[in-house]
């Protein structure tokens, strides 16, 4: 991109037109390579914004100076419930600022009518975006906003646009390093030795916790025929927040996903089926292969709380990722996860805005979260 005007303008692209979505695409595949693996195309846009979506279509703002994308902001929908009763949701994401227009440059759109009269908002892309994305969303019947922002994009979600911090430190990223670690490859007999170990280790405890268990690869096809409703029904804590999964939801996020390709692990105990593992492989920025479990699935309380045993077997089945990783609420010891291999690698903010409430009230959290229930894999 050559030298810009620094002048930009607010455009929304609800209705997903064609060219628009290319140059947000090329703005992406641009700026900021590696944020869609492999790469971003408009696919990725109609596919969570448009009407395939089961929880509705969504909303996507962008900046736009000279004729190019200079910034973008989506929210994508979700259906969430507590206790039982549905509340229309989006994931606000796709957050992203030009380099050249961080500190410098400002809006000639009008700010919408009734809108806080902020400077704020004619000089911050990231804060004008996400404002008109809510706003719109708000029209709609949007009633709870959430997202997972980095440690750049928290103060101002927090200080400028009001959104609360809502998972009380508790929600981690957890990793477990293997043999095909780029960083460690010159000890990489040291972590096929250790790997072995721990595989050794995980199958003994598992048999002797669970007796006579298995987790096997399955198609997506017998994982959309038979995980039934019992699956989708966990025994949720009362006044928490958690996503909706039902069949056409989990078929859309993943089974029709047009960059990820996901596997579906089947967790079985004494010869009964009792859940699901569903992961993918992701390429992140910094260059390293990462197998993800996004989600799981059980219908057994007692063998869900096993879970870092099933996850930790899945080393059997990574093919080429340096990392396996997962989100969790909670979950073992950090002594429990290290015998298992698992470092607790970071916490993840989740924010919040929730409009069934006055000002005055405590914004609800969430009872779980996982990588799937965001946008991040």
Known sequence: ??????????????????????????????????????????????????????????????????????????????????????????????????????????????????????????????????????????????????????????????????????????????LIITPKFVPLQKIRWVLSFLDLLIQLFVRALSYIVLGRNLVQEISDTEFLANYTQKYYSSEHVPDKIYLVRNSQILQHRYAMHPNHQYRFFQVSVKGETKGVLITTEVLRPSGVSSFVVSDWLFSDQKVEKRLALFISKLRSYNQNSGTISFWELGGPTKMTKLFLGIMMHKKISLISKDFRITDSDKCEEFGDFRIGWSDNG
């Open 1 to 174: 991109m050559g030298p810009l005007s620094q002048d930009w303008e607010v455009r929304s692209l609800d209705d997903l037109d064609s060219n628009g979505l290319q140059l947000v695409s090329d703005f992406f595949n641009e700026q900021f390579p590696g944020v869609f693996y492999p790469k971003c195309t408009p696919e990725i846009f109609k596919w969570k914004l448009g009407s395939s979506n089961p929880a509705g279509s969504g909303f996507l703002t962008v900046a736009m100076c000279n004729g190019l994308v200079v910034g973008t902001a989506s929210g994508t929908r979700k259906i969430l419930a507590e206790n039982n009763e549905p509340i229309n949701a989006i994931e606000i994401g796709d957050t992203f600022t030009h380099p050249d227009f961080r500190k410098n440059g400002k809006c000639i759109t009008p700010i919408l009518a009734g809108a806080a009269e902020d400077t704020y908002f004619t000089v911050s892309i990231f804060g004008r975006l996400v404002s008109e994305t809510i706003s719109r969303a708000q029209l709609k019947g949007v009633r709870f906003v959430y997202g997972t922002p980095n440690e750049n994009s928290k103060p101002p979600y927090v200080k400028r646009l009001n959104f609360e911090e809502i998972d009380g430190g508790n929600i981690y990223s957890n």
